[in-house]
């Protein structure tokens, strides 16, 4: 695949797709925070991201994530909170 955008245009898709990443953590955070360990349930996934991104297709898009990384991104965020 081409890109006539060059070098800022893959800088400017990183930082965007690493920013939708942050902000989809800190929303699925504060639902942990709010609301306990419950929230971070494997089938809230598909909620936080009803949530964030309107749809899997948009959050595909934004995160710059197969389905498969959204999930595995998901599943790592847990590891990380319980030092797993």
């Not at 006539?4 to 797709?17: A, E, L, N």
């Not at 419950?38 to 964030?52: P, V, Y």
């Amino acid at each position: 695949m081409v890109y006539r955008h060059g070098y800022q245009g893959r800088q400017r898709r990183v930082y965007h797709s690493q920013q939708g990443q942050r902000e989809f953590d800190n929303l699925i955070l504060q639902y942990y925070i709010n609301n306990g360990f419950k929230e971070l349930g494997s089938d809230n996934l598909k909620t936080f991201i009803t949530i964030k991104f309107n749809s899997m297709s948009d959050a595909k898009e934004r995160l710059g994530m197969s389905v498969s990384d959204i999930r595995d991104h998901y599943f790592e965020l847990q590891r990380r909170l319980y030092g797993a």
